[in-house]
Each structure stands twice: as C-alpha cells, then as structure tokens.
C-alpha cells in the first residue's frame, strides 16, 4: 500500500519567492496533519484537517502560511512570502479519524525546504 | 504547562548492547502516549502506544514502559542493532480535544560496530 506521498522532496529557493508543498494522504485516511521539524523546536503541528475542513490552524506561524484540502487525497502547504527562517523539514501525516484517541499517525518523508 | 522532556538528548552505544530512553510529561488530562522512531530522511513511524492502564507493551526488542503516577515511560532496546540507530520521539496525547497531542524533541541514537 502506497503511503503519504509528499512532493518535492527537496526545494531550495531565494526568499521572497513562493513556496507550496504537496501532500496525499492515504487512502480512506479522513484526518491530515502538516508539521515543521526544525532541530531546535523538534516536531511542530502547523494545522490539521478532519475530512477536508481545516479544524486547528493555531500552529501556523504567520500569516505567510496558508493550507488546503480541496479533496480527501491531495492537500497543499503555501509560503508566501518566504523567509530564511522557514526553512525546515516539512511533513504531512494522516491517519484514521482523531489521533488524539489511539490512532498512529501515518507520516510522509518530509520536504527539506532551504529558503537562500 | 503541557510539556513533553526527553532525555538524554543524543546517546552512543556498542552493537548489541542495550540503551533505555526516558520520556517525562506533564499533560493533563492523559489520553496516551506513542512512541516514533525516525530514521534519517524519513518521516517518524509509530513503535508502539502506552494507554493509562497499560505498564509495559513489548514490540519486538522494544519494550515501553508507563507509569501514570510519575508521568514518566521509557523505551527500552535490547540488543542493538546498526538500524536502531534514529530519533526516538515521544508524543503524548491529551484527552481534551480530538487532536491535542504533544511533542518531545526527540533522542537521536547512533548504534556503531
């Protein structure tokens, strides 16, 4: 079975620029989570979604952030503008109903995302 | 304050030998706690989840352990191996609110011959 799909996999762009991170969750899974791990702050929960409706976003940074979910397999994660201090891995993770009751979250391998 | 403190921080062991790693919480109210493991490059993968009433659960040669009085779990590893080697992350999960997990930064483990 295929897992979360996360592309690309690696960006690297001067900032200013816009940036949009994609993910697909797996099949049938209704909750999606966008995360930044940095080295200092570890994992981050930016937002997360149950069955395409954003629930939470008080993790996003700034303003600059935004996401969507326009269908149960494909969602997005834009910077606009982008700053050095976005940068960061950036994962996606889904998973069945709530996590918070018992459920894994399944996790993508991330976007290694350097803003020059 | 919901806070999640791993410990230690980066750890070097033998192959072969064993290691246990420490997860201290103060979330409230308590719903779970999981443990990831994190190879480099890729995204975490849960090894195992402890619920209240649980003291130990065992998944292969990891074995966690909870005590819900203390708010404290380890993750114990026998027998190293060179593909231990990784983050191990603990999250633990608060019962107010469907998605209230929190986050440990993590202990990065080196295995080496």
């Known amino acids: 079975d295929a897992g979360v799909i996360q592309s690309p996999r690696h960006e690297v762009t001067e900032m200013g620029q816009e940036v949009t991170l994609r993910c697909k969750p797996i099949?049938?899974?209704?909750?999606l989570f966008w995360y930044r791990q940095t080295m200092m702050r570890g994992l981050e929960l930016l937002i997360y979604?149950?069955?395409?409706?954003?629930?939470?976003d008080s993790g996003m940074p700034e303003d600059r952030f935004s996401a969507k979910m326009p269908n149960a397999s494909f969602s997005t994660l834009k910077i606009q503008p982008s700053e050095p201090r976005d940068s960061a891995v950036y994962f996606c993770?889904?998973?069945?109903?709530?996590?918070?009751?018992?459920?894994?979250?399944?996790f993508g391998d991330g976007t290694r995302l350097s803003i020059l | 304050k919901n806070q999640v403190e791993q410990s230690p921080q980066s750890l070097i062991i033998l192959e072969g030998k064993n290691c246990t790693l420490q997860?201290?919480?103060?979330?409230?109210?308590?719903?779970?706690l999981r443990w990831y493991k994190q190879d480099t490059g890729r995204g975490p993968v849960s090894l195992t989840i402890?619920?209240?009433?649980?003291n130990t659960k065992s998944n292969g040669r990891y074995t966690a352990t909870l005590d819900a009085d203390t708010k404290q779990s380890s993750l114990h590893i026998t027998a190293s191996q060179l593909s231990d080697s990784a983050s191990y992350i603990c999250?633990?999960?608060?019962?107010?609110?469907?998605?209230?997990?929190?986050f440990g930064t993590g202990t990065r483990l080196t295995v080496i011959p």
């Open positions: 993770a889904s998973s069945l109903v709530a996590a918070g009751i018992g459920q894994p979250q399944h």
């Open positions: 997860c201290n919480y103060t979330v409230s109210p308590f719903s779970n």
């Open positions: 402890m619920t209240f009433s649980e």
């Open positions: 979604f149950n069955n395409n409706v954003p629930i939470d």
């Open positions: 999250v633990v999960s608060a019962q107010n609110g469907a998605n209230n997990l929190f």
């Open positions: 099949s049938g899974h209704n909750s």
